[in-house]
């Protein structure tokens, strides 16, 4: 089976998307949603029908780029995003009425990505040939790295890393998501 899902990230953006069976927590992580829940079930075909409606009609977002999730500033209120999730799930209830509704609590994410929350903007690294980024590793939401170094925050797109070597000192702290160790070169 399949399911379309619904995820909220700060700042009120809501996306739409489809996954299959059980990916569906896993690709949640792995785009870096701070809640999430699925809201109708079908076949492939179906779904795929669905989805595209409810971001074109209904507004909610196809993808968010790396760059839009590197924010760690709590909302002005925690519970917008699980308000914003209940209504687009009535909405979507209400336009597919003959559709296979799914009905789950909400799955709140923040807690696995065992970030910091912080005030400001992380300050966004580019990464550029001979430009080497050094620091202590926070964590990882989604497809963004967490780095600190000087009390300041900084963040860096996982899909810039591919390709490059990173290396991990031995002070370094426990990474807060298994996916990152894919990325590491544990040297010899």
């Known amino acids: 089976m ?14 739409a998307g489809v996954s299959h069976g059980g990916r569906v927590e896993r690709r949640w992580v792995e785009q870096g949603a701070d809640a999430a829940r699925r809201v109708l079930i079908g076949n492939g075909m179906d779904v795929r029908r669905f989805e595209n409606r409810i971001q074109g009609e209904l507004g909610a977002l196809r993808r968010l780029r790396p760059e839009e999730k590197m924010d760690l500033k709590p909302s002005r209120d925690p519970l917008d995003g699980l308000r914003l999730l209940d209504e687009y799930e009535e909405k979507i209830h209400e336009a597919f009425p003959k559709a296979n509704h799914f009905h789950e ?17 992380p300050v966004e690294l580019r990464v550029r040939d001979g430009v080497e980024i050094s620091g202590r590793i926070l964590g990882v939401k989604g497809p963004v790295l967490f780095v ?41």
Do not use: C, M, W
């Open 105 to 121: 609590e909400t799955r709140v994410l923040l807690p696995i990505y065992n970030l910091p929350v912080i005030s400001t903007r």
């Open 2 to 15: 399949a399911y379309v899902y619904i995820a909220s990230f700060g700042g009120g953006r809501l996306k």
């Open 148 to 188: 600190e170094k000087n009390r300041l925050i900084f963040s860096v797109s996982l899909h810039r890393l591919v390709g490059r070597r990173i290396e991990v000192g031995a002070t370094q702290s426990t990474v807060a998501q298994s996916g990152l160790r894919l990325f590491i070169d544990e040297g010899p």
